[in-house]
């Protein structure tokens, strides 16, 4: 292909991930080499990585706006992790259109020999006149935390404005002889981080990390540092945002968009981001993995005859009670209506088909006051080499359709 035999002629290491999985759809020579066999998800989530944002879908509205997007990502050199800021843009044609184009900021070859690069020329001393006056008017009144940081003198804090005093609850003269590893969770090993951050062009999107506060308490903040020159030294003016109540409320309202909201199990959405990753180990690890569709019977006839209310009820009692014979790293979701889907990580089919045994007897003998018995089908499959999940969910599809049409309360391999 000619467009990657050209990303293949180049030093900087370049990758194309899907926002969706989060895989490698392609990786450049450089990218290859700088990698050194770990995933995009190890270099994104590494001890010394940081990112605007967790899912790289959600990149696509900024990107799309034609906002700066920069992740620093992990990396390993002689047996040290290293921080390296890599641009992210969206590619809109070709092959690969919609997914996430990733460009390392400095090539293999500059992280081989020294890192980070090395300082540009300063300004002069009008310049540095000009700055320290819109430095200290910016300073004195912005209300956000402001910090002014020496990033060649192991992360100092230089000054804190008022606000950063209050936020952070250090008096000024205490807080000005600190560090940015004493306020970071992440401690000293933040300080390649920040060097990084150091050498980011402006304008790009702010970073996510946790900061300690005087009392000992943890806040998400998000922060953007840029470079300014004072007195002829290179400094960082760091900016704080706190999100903590921001992030509090994302993670509740994601939980609940992938929670069935009758019985409290994860929704079909959810179930199906876990089967990407279930297929994704297979392929890299050979994993094998198991489903099980489970129906409960004649359960129509529950809710003409005992009404809508004890049928959701019945739902929610067998929600619980399948999830009490379920291992922790098992997922069991409502798929629709009364049928339910599990899936079983490193499981064979015929561990898989025992499990669907003992859940098949166990809801056999459920008693519950003023509902009915209940008996549930099943249909169980493992996961075969190069199938497709349209394939797999399919097979288990027609192993439960087997198993009503075999007289119910009946497990019917696929």
């Known amino acids: 292909m000619p467009v990657y035999e050209a990303l293949n002629a ?159 609850g250090y008096p000024r003269d205490v807080f000005a002889g600190k560090h940015t590893w004493e306020i970071n969770e992440a401690g000293r090993s933040i300080l390649p981080v920040m060097q990084a951050v150091a050498s980011l062009p402006g304008g790009h999107k702010p970073l996510n990390f946790v900061h300690r506060l005087a009392d000992g308490s943890l806040r998400n903040v998000q922060t953007y540092a840029g470079p300014v020159v004072l007195d002829g030294r290179r400094l960082m003016l760091c900016v704080v945002h706190d999100i903590t109540e921001q992030e509090q409320l994302k993670r509740e309202l994601e939980q609940a968009a992938l929670r069935d909201p009758l019985t409290g199990l994860w929704n079909r959405r959810h179930m199906m981001a876990q089967l990407e990753q279930a297929l994704a180990g297979k392929r890299a690890h050979d994993n094998a993995f198991c489903l099980i569709l489970l129906d409960v019977d004649h359960f129509k006839l529950v809710n003409d005859s005992y009404g809508h209310q004890a049928g959701d009820r019945l739902l929610v009692a067998l929600a619980h009670t399948l999830t009490s014979r379920l291992r922790e790293s098992d997922t069991l979701c409502r798929w629709g209506g009364e049928e339910f889907l599990l899936l079983l990580p490193s499981t064979r089919q015929d561990s898989a088909q025992q499990l669907a045994g003992i859940l098949r007897q166990t809801v056999a003998a459920m008693t519950h006051d003023d509902l009915p018995g209940i008996t549930i089908s099943q249909g169980v499959v493992q996961h075969q080499p190069g199938e497709s999940l349209h394939s797999l969910v399919s097979r288990v599809d027609t192993a439960l359709y087997q198993a009503k049409n075999a007289g119910r309360n009946v497990v019917v391999t696929g």
């Open 10 to 168: 180049l030093s900087t290491p370049v990758w194309i991930v899907s926002p969706q999985t989060g895989e490698a759809l392609f990786a450049n020579q450089a990218a290859t080499v700088l990698a050194k066999g770990r995933s995009v998800s190890e270099l994104r989530l590494g001890s010394l990585s940081a990112r605007p944002q967790v899912r790289l879908a959600d990149y696509t509205p900024p990107m799309l706006a034609r906002e700066q997007v920069v992740e620093i990502w992990t990396f390993q050199r002689h047996g040290q992790a290293v921080s390296l800021p890599c641009r992210l843009t969206l590619l809109s044609m070709g092959e690969h259109a919609g997914a996430i184009l990733v460009e390392a900021l400095a090539s293999g070859d500059a992280m081989l020999h020294g890192w980070p690069p090395e300082e540009p020329c300063l300004s002069s001393p009008r310049q540095d006149s000009e700055v320290r006056g819109f430095y200290e008017i910016l300073f004195r009144t912005n209300s956000a935390p402001m910090l002014l940081i020496d990033p060649q003198a192991d992360g100092r804090i230089l000054d804190a404005n008022e606000a950063a005093t209050r936020f952070y």
